[in-house]
Structures are given as structure tokens and as C-alpha cells.
């Protein structure tokens, strides 16, 4: 798996992971959240295939909500100087 798609399924496996802490408060996502993460989620299965998206989507529902922040905590975020270069 190259490095892309290890970020790929860790981000999917981080909304597996949201998908179950937002069903366990009851709060699902609002219309405006659903049109923004949609296109996102849409572009990671389309990736990762209908198997491994599945699969890191599952992985995620199951993943301890601890493991979610640290994997979540883990993920290098670019400042918004150094994306306006790229």
C-alpha cells in the first residue's frame, strides 16, 4: 500500500469512526455537512475500490474512540501558508 493510499484509509477509517460517535449521541450530520463531506467520501471510495473502502469503513466503526484521536491526532495538517504554495 503506498503512502497515499495508507492516508486515504486513514481517513476513511477516521469517518467510520465519527459515523459511530455521532450514532452513539444521537446526532447525525446536518444537511450543509452531508453536502460538504459527501463529495469527499465519494472520492475515497472511488480510490480505494467498493472492497477497501468497506473494509476501512468498517475498520473504523470498530476502532476504540482513544485509537480515533490518536490516529486523528497523528495526521501531519499543512498550514494554510505552506498549501498556498503548493
Do not use: C, H
Not at 26 to 51: C, D, F, H, W
Request: glycine share 6%; no cysteine; aromatic share 4%.
Amino acid at each position: 500500500m503506498s503512502a497515499v493510499q495508507g492516508q486515504m484509509n486513514d481517513g476513511v477509517r477516521l469517518y467510520g469512526a465519527a459515523a459511530t460517535l455521532r450514532d452513539e449521541i444521537a446526532m447525525p450530520l446536518s444537511p450543509t455537512e452531508i453536502a460538504s463531506t459527501e463529495p469527499i467520501v465519494n472520492r475515497l471510495r472511488a480510490a480505494l475500490g467498493p472492497k477497501g473502502f468497506t473494509a476501512a469503513w468498517a475498520a473504523g466503526r470498530a476502532l476504540p474512540q482513544q485509537e480515533a484521536i490518536t490516529l486523528a491526532q497523528a495526521i501531519p495538517v499543512a498550514s494554510p501558508r505552506s498549501a498556498a504554495r503548493t
